[in-house]
C-alpha cells in the first residue's frame, strides 16, 4: 500500500511563504507523474502543479511564478515552494502520484491559511 505524506502547511500573512514536502512510502522513481492539488472550502479539488519523473513542469496559470515544484531525488520527497502567498491561495493542498499500472494516490492533506 503506497503512503503519500504531507507536511510544511500552516498559517502565514500575505505575501509570505511556506514550503510543502510530500513523503511517499516508496521511491519516488516509482512514480511516472507527481503533483500537487488543493481544495478550498466550497470549492472542487483543482491542479496547481505536476512534474514527470523527467522533470518537465507544469503549473496553474494563478500560481505561475510564486510556486516551484520539484523532485528531491536524494531525500525522496516532492517539494512545493510557495511564494509571494495570497488569501485566495488558503485551502488544503493534497499530494497526488502515478504509479505502475495507472493507480493515482493521494495523501491526506495539508492545510495552508494566508491572512489579509
Known amino acids: 500500500q503506497v503512503q503519500l505524506v504531507e507536511s510544511g502547511g500552516g498559517l502565514v500573512q500575505r505575501g509570505g511563504s511556506l514550503r510543502l514536502s510530500c513523503a511517499p512510502s516508496?521511491?519516488?522513481?516509482?512514480?511516472?507523474?507527481m503533483g500537487w492539488y488543493r481544495q478550498a472550502p466550497g470549492k472542487q479539488r483543482e491542479r496547481v502543479a505536476t512534474?514527470?519523473?523527467?522533470?518537465?513542469?507544469g503549473y496553474a496559470d494563478s500560481v505561475k511564478g510564486r510556486f516551484t515544484i520539484s523532485r528531491d531525488n536524494v531525500n525522496n520527497a516532492l517539494t512545493l515552494q510557495m511564494n509571494s502567498l495570497k488569501p485566495e491561495d488558503t485551502a488544503v493542498y493534497y499530494c497526488?502520484?502515478?504509479?505502475?499500472?495507472?493507480?493515482?494516490?493521494w495523501g491526506q492533506g495539508t492545510q495552508v491559511t494566508v491572512s489579509s
Open positions: 497526488n502520484a502515478l504509479g505502475d499500472g495507472g493507480i493515482w494516490y
Open positions: 516508496g521511491s519516488i522513481f516509482n512514480f511516472s507523474v
Open positions: 512534474v514527470t519523473r523527467g522533470g518537465t513542469a
